[in-house]
C-alpha cells in the first residue's frame, strides 16, 4: 500500500492522559501536515513540515501539542494533558513539492475520544 | 477568522439528477479547491481551480472559479449512489504568507443520493 498510514485508527483515553499518534507518509513526499477534524466543521490546519523541518505552526497547536518528523520520514503528534475538547479526527497529509492543495494525499485519520 | 461559507449544508437528491453547490468568502482567494470525503476517510481532491473565470471538469464534475474571486461552484451531473459524502471546498489561508502550505477548509456540504 503506498498511501498515507496514519496509527492508530482510534483512540479512546481518560482526560489528563498523553497520546501520540503516528503518521507515515508516501515514501517520496517530502512535505507533511497535520490537520484537525471535528463533528460537522471542515480540517482545520495545525501544523507543516518540509522534510525534518517543522515550518509552519497553526495558532490552534497550543503548547500542549507538539509534533517531529525526525529523519524526515514518519511523523509524530502528541497531546499531553488531554481535555474534552482535543476530542477530534486527526489527519495527516502528504504531498510533493508543487502547487499549494494539489497533490496532497490524506490518510484515513486517527479519531480520538477523551472520556 | 477566515471563513468559507458553503451551502447547502446538506441536500438529499433522486439518482441521476443533477447537484449544484456553492461556497463564499468575505475575502479574495487566489486558489480553489473541492475536496470530497466519504465517511472514515480523509478528503480527496476533486478539482483545483487558479484563474478568476476558470471552468474546469473532471468527469461529471464541473467547478468554477468565480470572477469576483470571492465564490466558487461544483456541480455534479446525473448522480449516483457513490457520490454520497461531503464536499469541501478549500483555499489558502488568510494567515499564510507567501509560501504558506496552510488551507482553510469549509464546513462541508453533504450529500446523500437516493436510489
Known amino acids: 500500500d503506498t498511501g498515507v498510514s496514519q496509527d492508530p485508527r482510534h483512540k479512546i483515553t481518560k482526560r489528563g492522559q498523553n497520546v501520540t499518534f503516528r503518521c507515515d507518509p508516501i515514501?517520496?513526499?517530502?512535505?507533511l501536515y497535520w490537520y484537525r477534524q471535528t463533528l460537522g466543521q471542515g480540517p482545520e490546519f495545525l501544523t507543516y513540515?518540509?522534510?525534518?523541518?517543522?515550518?509552519?505552526k497553526s495558532r490552534l497547536l497550543s503548547d500542549r501539542f507538539s509534533a517531529e518528523r525526525p529523519k524526515g520520514s514518519f511523523s509524530t503528534l502528541e497531546i499531553q494533558r488531554t481535555e474534552q475538547g482535543d476530542s477530534a479526527m486527526y489527519l495527516c497529509?502528504?504531498?510533493?513539492?508543487?502547487?499549494?492543495?494539489?497533490?496532497?494525499?490524506f490518510g484515513s485519520g486517527t479519531r480520538l475520544t477523551v472520556v | 477568522g477566515q471563513q468559507l461559507n458553503q451551502s447547502p449544508q446538506s441536500m438529499f437528491i433522486q439518482e441521476g439528477e443533477d447537484v449544484s453547490m456553492n461556497c463564499t468568502s468575505s475575502?479574495?482567494?487566489?486558489?480553489w479547491l473541492w475536496y470530497k470525503q466519504d465517511p472514515g476517510e480523509g478528503p480527496v481532491l476533486l478539482i483545483a481551480?487558479?484563474?478568476?473565470?476558470e471552468l474546469t471538469s473532471n468527469g461529471r464534475l464541473t467547478a468554477q472559479f468565480g470572477i469576483t474571486r470571492k465564490d466558487s461552484f461544483l456541480n455534479i451531473s446525473a448522480s449516483i449512489p457513490s457520490d454520497v459524502g461531503i464536499y469541501f471546498c478549500?483555499?489558502?489561508?488568510?494567515?499564510?504568507?507567501?509560501?504558506?502550505?496552510?488551507?482553510?477548509f469549509g464546513k462541508g456540504t453533504k450529500l446523500s443520493v437516493i436510489p
Open positions: 497529509a502528504s504531498s510533493l513539492k508543487g502547487q499549494l492543495g494539489v497533490g496532497y494525499t
Open positions: 515514501s517520496e513526499h517530502n512535505r
Open positions: 513540515f518540509q522534510n525534518e523541518a517543522q515550518l509552519e
Open positions: 475575502s479574495i482567494f487566489n486558489t
Open positions: 481551480l487558479y484563474k478568476a473565470g
Open positions: 478549500a483555499g489558502p489561508s488568510a494567515y499564510s504568507g507567501a509560501g504558506s502550505y496552510q488551507l482553510t
